[in-house]
């Protein structure tokens, strides 16, 4: 007699069979390549370049640097732009680039320079992601920028009206665990179907501390005081209103700010989001609803717990909605109630409950799969398609210049929705308890109007507003 996991095996294997046209044959937006398979590069439509001239905006911080290094290597890569509203920042780098022109405010690299680079690396505090990325796309630049790609829901549109008028330019967000093979299988996994329809999915991130000086900050809010001398403080606002400088903002503290960041799980949504929606396709949320302790009106909320639903059915999905839970503080869910032996999950994560099995991805590609609450070693699974590890920067540049077999891991087209996700459920703490129902098309909550009013966009300073397409 064939055990539960034989048959199991048998019918996946002809499932996988029969779903892999259907379930692997779809494009994300036209041009996306889905990790795990192999599927035709994005259409080049202008001249292949030689050399990548690259202009970064945001020179200094936390990320740029590695993302600098990153793209240095490629060598066909040479930065001929440098811009930063750090003056000791730019000059530091500036060494190293003496042939690079300098500026302290992008627009005018823009504006004088846009004959000199050819793409634009940005790594700027997130509210003035979607106008530094609108603006390069409108100047017809290719480009890379950091996660989670805008701050405002309204900005997600915004986005995605801007691509579709320049479908021709090539963009990647800073989705660099994307590249190796973990999460890639991940995605394999779930969009062949090996593991049964998806029941539900639970996503997780460790943090943010209670209180602590760290790369998120919730000591308290600090009094206003004069911004360091080498700072262009207009120029660091942007986008945002006027408001006094606090300590600490110019470094970190800004990603714990309701006005310039996203929290802990807008900034981690791209990283843990992507399984399910390159897996799944996922359109935008019908609904979110958030609890927390507390939101306050400087910072993100702490000890969230969010849930969204996405519409159901079809092949891939058990039942007419498919919800998801995003979490910080570590908040995962009970092994026992899914069906899993005791143990423990990493502090962060993302895990989709599927019909015939449960499959956990690490943010570094750690993955482990279950059937009938044992352990398998998924690598046996049948089925199981090929990857390939990728360079995440260095694609980018390969499909800038046309090489054969470019694979973009995360165009923007892919980042856009995984924002979407992210900030509706960051931005839902500010109503917790209450469900709120999304509609995309109307940028707008249809049963809250005090929430579409204050979550889904912001006023932007005069000289500093959205490109308009």
Request: net charge neutral; aromatic share 10%.
């Amino acid at each position: 007699m064939f055990t539960r996991r034989q048959m199991l095996r048998s019918t996946l294997a002809t499932t996988a069979a029969a779903a892999g046209g259907s379930l692997l044959g779809s494009s994300l937006a036209g041009c996306a390549a889905v990790p795990g398979r192999e599927n035709s590069p994005v259409k080049q439509r202008r001249k292949p370049l030689e050399k990548v001239r690259i202009l970064q905006v945001g020179v200094g911080g936390s990320i740029a640097p590695a993302d600098r290094e990153q793209l240095k290597a490629h060598p066909d890569v040479v930065f001929t732009g440098l811009c930063d509203v750090d003056a000791q920042a730019l000059a530091a780098v500036s060494k190293e680039f003496p042939e690079a022109f300098t500026c302290v405010d992008f627009r005018e690299a823009f504006a004088k320079h846009s004959d000199r680079f050819d793409a634009a690396l940005v790594c700027v505090p997130d509210h003035n992601h979607a106008l530094i990325l609108l603006t390069a796309l409108k100047a017809e630049k290719h480009v890379y920028g950091q996660k989670p790609l805008v701050q405002q829901l309204s900005e997600v549109a915004a986005m995605e009206q801007g691509l579709a008028a320049r479908p021709e330019l090539v963009t990647q967000v800073g989705n660099q665990r994307m590249g190796p093979v973990g999460r890639q299988h991940a995605v394999d996994i779930l969009r062949r179907g090996l593991l049964g329809k998806a029941v539900e999915a639970h996503v997780w991130v460790n943090g943010p501390p209670d209180q602590g000086d760290g790369y998120f900050y919730y000591g308290g809010l600090k009094d206003p005081t004069p911004p360091p001398e080498h700072v262009h403080w207009p120029l660091w606002l942007g986008a945002a209103l006027d408001a006094p400088h606090r300590e600490g903002l110019v470094g970190l503290r800004w990603r714990s700010s309701w006005d310039y960041g996203t929290g802990q799980l807008g900034d981690w949504c791209t990283h843990l989001l992507d399984v399910l929606f390159y897996a799944y396709d996922l359109g935008s949320p019908q609904a979110v609803l958030s609890h927390t302790r507390a939101a306050s009106d400087f910072y993100h909320a702490q000890h969230v717990h969010s849930v969204l639903s996405f519409a159901g059915g079809g092949p891939r999905f058990a039942n007419a909605v498919f919800p998801v839970h995003y979490s910080d503080k570590g908040q995962f869910p009970s092994r026992a109630s899914l069906g899993l032996p005791p143990g423990e999950f990493e502090r962060t994560g993302t895990l989709v409950v599927c019909e015939h099995g449960v499959l956990y991805v690490a943010p570094e590609g750690h993955l482990e799969v279950w059937i009938d609450g044992r352990p398998v070693r998924w690598e046996e699974l049948p089925g199981l398609g090929a990857v390939t590890a990728r360079n995440h920067w260095h694609s980018w540049v390969d499909t800038i210049q046309g090489r054969e077999g470019a694979f973009l891991q995360s165009p923007f087209q892919v980042a856009a929705p995984m924002a979407e996700a992210g900030l509706l459920c960051a931005k839902a703490a500010r109503f917790p308890g209450v469900e709120l129902l999304w509609d995309k098309q109307k940028l707008a909550f249809t049963n809250h109007d005090e929430a579409t009013n204050t979550i889904v966009r912001r006023e932007y300073r005069p000289g500093f507003e959205l490109p308009v397409f």
